[in-house]
């Protein structure tokens, strides 16, 4: 159950794109097609923003788009809006109705 | 309108007890599957602990296994979570949550993802 690995912080300009990644094994990014990710503001609850990997909820902009390759998935986040900028987790379904979280990853917006 | 409302956080010495409370509205709350998720202050994530929908199946971060009883009562629309040997390193906000990484669908095939608002517990002498 080790956490998986983000990088501590990404920055970007207004209307640039930014990525994050989120690595983790084969026992569950790499074995599962249910990576999801959150956006949490300071002192929000966390907000469901990509679900299995790439699919959006209604209501979240398709600004916000997700992919994975093999153990790693990545958020990408297009047209960069000072808005985006909180705290990213990508969370993954890891067996036996466990889940394992990243990291987190603090997006500044310059 | 789904409501989840976490109580039963509060200051608690080491090696003591404590009962978290979910109470869950506005949802079929015996058709699925619930969890507790927690997070350290200024840290990330941590999943703790799930519960099947009936109560059959239990789940646990090794983190936390055989110190923390997750438990459920559909007949009171509330999940529990019973943290006994209480350590400083469990201080944290506690959600209450149905996250959409496990794979939970409404009707319309949409993602079921719902999260209390937390309950602090702190954990200091």
């Known amino acids: 159950q080790s956490a998986l690995t983000q990088p501590a912080s990404v920055a970007g300009s207004p209307g640039q794109s930014i990525t994050i990644s989120c690595t983790g094994t084969s026992s569950d990014v790499g074995n599962y097609n249910l990576v999801s990710w959150y956006q949490q503001h300071p002192g929000k609850a966390p907000k469901l923003m990509i679900y299995e990997g790439s699919k959006r909820p209604s209501g979240v902009s398709n600004r916000f788009s997700g992919s994975k390759s093999g153990n790693t998935a990545s958020l990408t986040i297009s047209g960069l809006q000072a808005e985006d900028e909180a705290d990213y987790y990508c969370?993954?379904?890891?067996?036996?109705?466990?889940?394992?979280f990243g990291g987190g990853t603090k997006l500044t917006v310059l | 309108q789904v409501q989840l409302v976490e109580s039963g956080g509060g200051v608690v010495q080491p090696g003591r007890s404590l009962r978290l409370s979910c109470a869950v509205s506005g949802f079929i709350f015996s058709r699925y599957g619930m969890h507790w998720v927690r997070q350290a202050p200024g840290k990330g994530l941590e999943w703790v602990a799930g519960?099947?929908?009936?109560?059959?199946?239990?789940y646990y971060a090794d983190s936390v296994k055989g110190r923390f009883t997750i438990s459920r009562d559909n007949s009171k629309n509330t999940l529990y979570l019973q943290m006994n040997s209480l350590r400083a390193e469990d201080t944290a906000v506690y959600y209450c949550?149905?996250?959409?990484?496990?794979?939970?669908?409404?009707?319309?095939?949409?993602?079921?993802?719902?999260w209390g608002q937390g309950t602090l517990v702190t954990v200091s002498s």
């Open positions: 949550a149905i996250p959409a990484g496990l794979g939970y669908y409404d009707n319309n095939n949409y993602p079921i993802d719902y």
């Open positions: 519960i099947s929908y009936d109560g059959s199946n239990k």
């Open positions: 969370c993954s379904y890891a067996g036996s109705s466990t889940l394992v």
